[in-house]
């Protein structure tokens, strides 16, 4: 079950746009995320969920408005602080986005050498999530020789690997059937239960149906009135 | 450091091809440049050792007094460029010539007298490497009174000396041709290798890693690059001095000279030019693709 939220504000957003030329992606959104947080993005294709994430991680800047990250103002930040921005989120990206040509334990590897751990701690980091996810004897294997679902995990595991404050999964089960978007759900919201606060973009209604969680709907890059309890 | 290592090793084998093609075509300008500076270096040695043997002929006027001698080899020693002046008498002079014509003495038969003149054969201090000090010293030695002529060999050394130069400049300007050619060689193998690798780069970038962490291990690669295709040229060079070395005829040289090959300091150096070529190109590459 989804653990209380702490009231304190993680991430906040203060009348954010972002415009692709004369197309409006999102329209003045003002949101607060609190910690330790399960939280739906919802809404049809084209709504502008993704935008919504990858505006939080800097993935795109905003053309407008504020957004605060754990005390960090988006609009602020140098170019250098930008990799100490992403190291506090971990990411699922809606394609996996796995590098074909490492290896799984390379692949979930990368964000703890990025972060400068010694090679001890990273080996032993990585045995012990790909056993969270069910990968510990496909380290080696190459990404494409993986079903979508084990991508999935491994996609699940590099994000988790860090510890990250924030999990932001971008259509995380969209690709995939049932049975392996039951597993993908179950490791997230494990991870929420360890204090994370979690948010995912989604337009699986059946999915945030069995899921405890705040729904925020968009609808034309606009954020529509939410209800006021956390269930959808 | 061990671990950026492993990574632009790990690089260069995945870009297996790209990396031979660069790896060979530094090692073909450094081959190329290298050989420029290594006949140059030779050829400098043989001229210095040619100059060191240098005798200034000092022919002096028929009408020259006998009496004149010494106040002219005192005036000649005191020249700084001079180490020592011989007197030579006309029959001294005559001796010699009949010396070294001795098997066609016939030809000074028909001489009713002495055509020579006295001289002075003026050897140079070993300090004198410049040839330019030689034509001054010649010159100098000219305006002394009672000297007719001044002959110092400088024709064909005045000419072997230009050719030097000419080799000097065109060594230079390879030297700088080839360092830019390997910088933009390099720099286009490591657009080549983002090119292909863009997608990871920036899976990198979202997952936290620093630019340091990205740029690191291409910058090692193209020094790496550098380094190895320095000295597969260099080798190169060596085993074609090696070999020409042995077909030289000793007789054509003088004794004291061999055919060396450059010492272990500018080794080093050409090495250090080839890795800093390829670090510059790394650089340049990652300027352009690599702006975030």
Redesign the interface.
């Known amino acids: 079950m989804m653990a209380p939220p702490d009231q304190q504000a993680i991430i906040r957003l203060f009348g954010v746009h972002r415009r692709y030329g004369a197309l409006n992606a999102l329209t003045d959104i003002g949101l607060d995320i609190f910690q330790n947080e399960f939280v739906f993005i919802t809404g049809p294709s084209g709504a502008g969920k993704s935008t919504l994430l990858k505006l939080l991680?800097l993935?795109e800047p905003a053309s407008e408005g504020q957004i605060l990250v754990d005390g960090l103002n988006l609009a602020r930040i140098s170019?250098?602080r930008?990799?100490?921005l992403?190291?506090r989120?971990g990411?699922i990206?809606q394609n996996y986005?796995?590098?074909p040509?490492?290896t799984v334990f390379a692949n979930v590897s990368?964000?703890l050498?990025?972060?400068g751990q010694k090679?001890h701690l990273i080996r032993k980091k990585v045995h012990s999530v790909l056993r969270t996810v069910g990968l510990e004897d496909r380290d080696s294997a190459l990404p494409l020789t993986l079903s979508g679902g084990e991508q999935q995990r491994v996609a699940v595991a590099?994000a988790i690997v860090?510890n990250p404050q924030i999990l932001l999964a971008d259509e995380p089960t969209g690709s995939l059937d049932p049975s392996s978007a039951g597993v993908i759900m179950a490791l997230l919201q494990r991870y929420h239960r360890r204090g994370a606060t979690v948010i995912i973009a989604t337009h699986d209604h059946e999915m945030i149906g069995r899921t405890r969680g705040r729904v925020i709907r968009l609808e034309h890059g606009r954020l529509l009135p939410q209800p006021t309890a956390d269930t959808p | 450091m061990n671990r950026i290592l492993k990574r632009a090793l790990a690089d260069i084998r995945d870009n297996g091809f790209l990396n031979a093609i660069t790896v060979a075509t530094i090692a073909l300008a450094i081959l190329i440049s290298s050989a420029f500076g290594l006949f140059f270096i030779n050829a400098s040695r043989l001229m210095t050792l040619w100059q060191q043997g240098v005798r200034v002929m000092v022919y002096l006027q028929p009408e020259f007094a006998d009496a004149a001698v010494e106040d002219l080899r005192s005036r000649l020693e005191k020249l700084p460029a001079v180490g020592k002046a011989v007197f030579i008498s006309k029959d001294d002079g005559m001796a010699r010539l009949k010396k070294q014509l001795k098997h066609q003495l016939s030809l000074l038969s028909n001489l009713k007298a002495n055509p020579l003149p006295h001289a002075f054969e003026v050897q140079l201090r070993p300090a004198v490497r410049d040839w330019e000090e030689v034509a001054d010293l010649a010159a100098a030695i000219q305006k002394l009174a009672g000297v007719a002529e001044v002959e110092y060999g400088q024709g064909w050394l005045d000419r072997f000396a230009a050719i030097l130069r000419l080799f000097k400049l065109a060594g230079f300007g390879m030297c700088a041709l080839f360092f830019i050619a390997t910088v933009f060689i390099v720099a286009n193998t490591t657009r080549l290798v983002l090119y292909s690798r863009r997608e990871e780069i920036e899976i990198m970038r979202l997952v936290g890693a620093s630019e340091g962490f990205i740029r690191m291990p291409l910058y090692l690669e193209g020094i790496l690059q550098g380094a190895i295709g320095g000295a597969a040229g260099l080798a190169g060079l060596l085993a074609g001095h090696l070999y020409l070395s042995a077909q030289i005829d000793p007789g054509l040289l003088p004794s004291q000279f061999e055919v060396r090959f450059f010492p272990p300091a500018l080794i080093a150096a050409i090495l250090g030019g080839s890795m800093l070529a390829g670090c510059l190109g790394s650089l340049l590459s990652l300027r352009q693709q690599l702006k975030t």
């Open positions: 991680y993935g170019r250098k930008i990799p100490d992403r190291r989120f990411i990206f986005r796995l590098i040509t490492r990368l964000v050498e990025a972060m090679e590099r860090g």
